[in-house]
């Protein structure tokens, strides 16, 4: 599909912005999710079924039949992708969002009903301390990627490089995440669709949501964690993700190496992003 091609900064040579090392990172979201009103999976029918004995056929299953129900209720992302001429926006030099235009978007988020979402106790979300600030700036990539995130500082290996989930916004069905998409302008509706990802839900009901990332951090470009991924121009390395060994806050990321001031920040989401699940939401 046409995310599949996509730069998180708006180029054209990987995946849309997805990180794979928050592939975990979601599996406690629908537990929340389900006693939060806004998502209360009433939207997708019901909550699933899904018991820790069922196999995760019977799973899958259920997730199709909720696709299902929602397919036929709008436009499929290619759809909405044409209807907004996302294509054309492609070939010109792509918006870096300042602070208020991301403020206005989790704004908007929240005036839709949107809420962050909270864990079973015990869970390690973020260990950013109060008033974090990412070290880093979004701006054109000099090699064709379009935008992407850059060091503001040298960030020595280990190092908090993002913290905190209070800039992402999760829809649990295609209906809420059409809404979204729906009161935006056609070049920000054309960047959320780039940078919104369906995450599988690990947790009890192995639900699976749509997350994006409303912060510059979602501008975050990929490399693999080994290196020349196929035809990105100097086998960049992903330097961003959690370190081997070290636990991490769900939502937190480090510098895996010694990251130089300008260096452009990689994270390797080789592992996660399954088109397919795109359709469980009907988009
Ligand atoms: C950043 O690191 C580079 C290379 O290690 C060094 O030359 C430079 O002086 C450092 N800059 C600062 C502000 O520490």
Redesign the pocket.
């Given at each position: 599909m046409g995310h599949s091609v996509v730069t998180a900064g708006g180029g054209t040579v990987f995946m849309s912005a997805t990180m794979s090392r928050r592939t975990a990172v979601l599996s406690w979201l629908l537990l929340v999710l389900l006693s939060s009103p806004h998502f209360a999976v009433a939207e997708n029918g019901g909550s699933s079924s899904c018991s820790s004995s069922a196999s995760d056929q019977e799973c899958s299953r259920e997730s199709d039949a909720i696709g299902e129900s929602s397919r036929s209720r709008g436009p499929t992302l290619r759809q909405l992708e044409r209807q907004r001429r996302c294509d054309a926006q492609e070939d010109e030099e792509r918006h870096i969002y300042t602070q208020e235009d991301w403020e206005r978007l989790r704004r908007l988020y929240r005036d839709q009903g949107g809420t962050t979402v909270e864990y079973p106790e015990g869970e390690v979300m973020s260990v950013a301390p109060p008033g974090f600030v990412p070290p880093m700036v979004a701006r054109q990539t000099a090699d064709g990627k379009g935008r992407g995130i850059f060091a503001t500082?040298?960030i020595t290996k280990g190092s908090m490089t993002y913290g905190g989930k209070d800039n992402y916004a999760f829809f649990s069905t295609g209906e809420a995440f059409r809404r979204f998409v729906g009161a935006l302008s056609d070049s920000e509706a054309c960047d959320v669709m780039m940078w919104a990802w369906p995450q599988v839900n690990m947790g009890r009901d192995f639900e699976t949501l749509i997350v994006v990332l409303l912060d510059s951090n979602s501008l975050q470009n990929h490399a693999s964690k080994n290196g020349g991924h196929g035809g990105l121009k100097g086998g960049q390395v992903a330097n961003t993700g959690c370190p081997r060994g070290m636990e991490c806050g769900m939502f937190d990321e480090y510098a895996l190496i010694d990251i130089?001031?300008g260096d452009e920040f990689l994270c390797d989401y080789d592992d996660f992003f399954d088109a397919d699940l795109w359709e469980e939401f009907g988009l």
């Amino acid at each position: 599909m046409g995310h599949s091609v996509v730069t998180a900064g708006g180029g054209t040579v990987f995946m849309s912005a997805t990180m794979s090392r928050r592939t975990a990172v979601l599996s406690w979201l629908l537990l929340v999710l389900l006693s939060s009103p806004h998502f209360a999976v009433a939207e997708n029918g019901g909550s699933s079924s899904c018991s820790s004995s069922a196999s995760d056929q019977e799973c899958s299953r259920e997730s199709d039949a909720i696709g299902e129900s929602s397919r036929s209720r709008g436009p499929t992302l290619r759809q909405l992708e044409r209807q907004r001429r996302c294509d054309a926006q492609e070939d010109e030099e792509r918006h870096i969002y300042t602070q208020e235009d991301w403020e206005r978007l989790r704004r908007l988020y929240r005036d839709q009903g949107g809420t962050t979402v909270e864990y079973p106790e015990g869970e390690v979300m973020s260990v950013a301390p109060p008033g974090f600030v990412p070290p880093m700036v979004a701006r054109q990539t000099a090699d064709g990627k379009g935008r992407g995130i850059f060091a503001t500082r040298n960030i020595t290996k280990g190092s908090m490089t993002y913290g905190g989930k209070d800039n992402y916004a999760f829809f649990s069905t295609g209906e809420a995440f059409r809404r979204f998409v729906g009161a935006l302008s056609d070049s920000e509706a054309c960047d959320v669709m780039m940078w919104a990802w369906p995450q599988v839900n690990m947790g009890r009901d192995f639900e699976t949501l749509i997350v994006v990332l409303l912060d510059s951090n979602s501008l975050q470009n990929h490399a693999s964690k080994n290196g020349g991924h196929g035809g990105l121009k100097g086998g960049q390395v992903a330097n961003t993700g959690c370190p081997r060994g070290m636990e991490c806050g769900m939502f937190d990321e480090y510098a895996l190496i010694d990251i130089r001031e300008g260096d452009e920040f990689l994270c390797d989401y080789d592992d996660f992003f399954d088109a397919d699940l795109w359709e469980e939401f009907g988009l």
